[in-house]
């Protein structure tokens, strides 16, 4: 087996036993009977009536050691060869990431499925949306799979489709549905990667796109070309930060709260917004403060800071940098001279980029170890339950997107295909 220090021995062996929560060194099958997004980041976000629960992991599975799942899990894959493909999160954990065909953000592990043609399974090691958006973009021939059905996302469960709906509704009440003398529509609806497919189907059937952290500014130009106003979710601090540094005043972005009526709003701030934004954030972000920040260029003067988007905007405003999580490995891997990087993104992967490049000293902002608590339920187990079940020819844990709602979701996903990140060529 490789030798990777995985996350749980981080947690075990952490100097000051700095942890969010104990409960992440058990194995997150003790968790599958429990309603909830698990320990780490989200464990305190209130998780939907109805949110997708995995079935119990069988005995054996349970009871294997860590070497003798990753000796299953590679004779599964030996048997299986190319019938199948392994995309891997950067969130997830090292002995989850070392089996991969493909290690990346949401949409790179999204277009590296159609990558494979001759795979008939894609073992998606992420979270729900994720593997939704691949059986979208993939043949209805391939099967995508989640090894866990309860790796979900606290912050695409903020936004669901009824109330968005609502939304809609009430402003469509408001600003009515006419073009102005430009052709622009009152609204144009942009709902982020980390959303279902059926707010992706909302987007493609009402003239929207969808956006990555990525790309999030050359999105909104175009929805700014095609509309008056821009509605934008789930994620509240992606939507502001983008805006902002596109020149949009903080008082042309209110908030909406969809329990709220008219989203917590009178009907003159929401008559003068530019961008409304969805009450909705990422628990992993939402941990990083401008004290942090302030604290590692105290101990580590000349540190490099780089934060995510999804980060509060006090905190990307205090960084040196921002970007998605590829701008953050691209930039760590360009730097030609050692240096101090002080990363402000989801533990595992800034662990994992420290021992990738020893020449630089990488560290998280934040120093208790608060992982995703979604990523953390994929699990060597369960990844070797599915590849195993395979093998007997067993399809197990298959997302599988409706087909009217899969269709209109295309179209916005293609929208997106379109809009290449700002400084790219």
């Not at 009440?173 to 003398?181: F, I, K, R, S």
């Not at 580590?300 to 988007?309: C, D, F, S």
């Not at 990363?343 to 021992?355: D, K, Q, S, Y």
């Not at 934040?366 to 990844?383: A, E, F, K, N």
Request: hydrophobic share 40%; with cysteine; net charge negative.
């Amino acid at each position: 087996m490789a030798s990777v220090a995985t996350t749980i021995e981080r947690i075990r062996t952490s100097a000051d036993g700095a942890t969010c929560a104990p409960e992440l060194a058990a194995p997150p099958w003790t968790l599958d009977p429990v309603p909830g997004y698990g320990p780490g980041a989200s464990m305190g976000d209130v998780i939907p009536v109805g949110a997708p629960r995995q079935g119990g992991l069988p005995e054996e599975y349970r009871q294997a050691s860590s070497d003798e799942l990753h000796e299953r899990i590679v004779a599964a894959r030996a048997a299986l060869g190319e019938r199948v493909v392994i995309l891997g999160h950067f969130y997830q954990r090292d002995e989850v990431v070392q089996h991969a065909d493909f290690v990346g953000d949401s949409f790179q592990l999204a277009n590296a499925a159609k990558t494979r043609p001759g795979a008939e399974a894609i073992i998606f090691c992420g979270v729900h949306f994720m593997a939704e958006t691949a059986d979208i973009l993939t043949r209805p021939d391939q099967a995508v799979i989640l090894p866990n059905l309860a790796a979900g996302c606290s912050m695409a469960d903020m936004a669901d489709i009824d109330s968005v709906t609502e939304c809609w509704e009430d402003l469509a009440d408001l600003y009515g549905t006419e073009p102005d003398a430009d052709g622009r529509v009152p609204v144009v609806p942009v709902t982020y990667m980390n959303s279902s497919a059926a707010l992706k189907a909302f987007c493609g059937e009402h003239g929207g796109i969808v956006c990555t952290s990525s790309n999030a500014e050359s999105v909104l130009e175009w929805a700014f070309e095609r509309g008056q106003r821009v509605l934008f979710f789930p994620d509240q601090h992606l939507g502001r930060n983008t805006a902002k540094a596109m020149g949009v005043p903080l008082e042309r972005m209110p908030m909406w709260n969809p329990r709220r009526p008219l989203g917590g709003n009178d009907e003159q701030t929401l008559l003068d917004a530019q961008v409304l934004l969805w009450h909705g954030f990422c628990s992993v972000h939402r941990r990083f403060t401008v004290d942090q920040i302030d604290r590692a260029r105290a101990d580590h003067p000349g540190a490099r800071v780089i934060v995510h988007p999804e980060c509060p905007m006090a905190v990307v405003d205090a960084a040196d940098e921002a970007g998605s999580t590829d701008y953050i490995r691209k930039a760590i891997a360009a730097a030609t001279e050692p240096t101090t990087f002080a990363i402000g993104t989801e533990v595992n992967m800034v662990n994992r980029l420290a021992a990738e490049f020893p020449q630089h000293t990488i560290f998280c902002l934040d120093p208790v170890i608060c992982p995703c608590s979604t990523m953390y339920r994929i699990h060597p187990g369960y990844l070797a339950w599915v590849l195993e079940g395979l093998v007997r020819g067993e399809l197990l844990n298959r997302i599988t997107v409706p087909d009217d709602v899969a269709e209109n979701a295309r179209v916005a996903l293609e929208r997106m295909l379109a809009m290449k990140p700002k400084g790219s060529s």
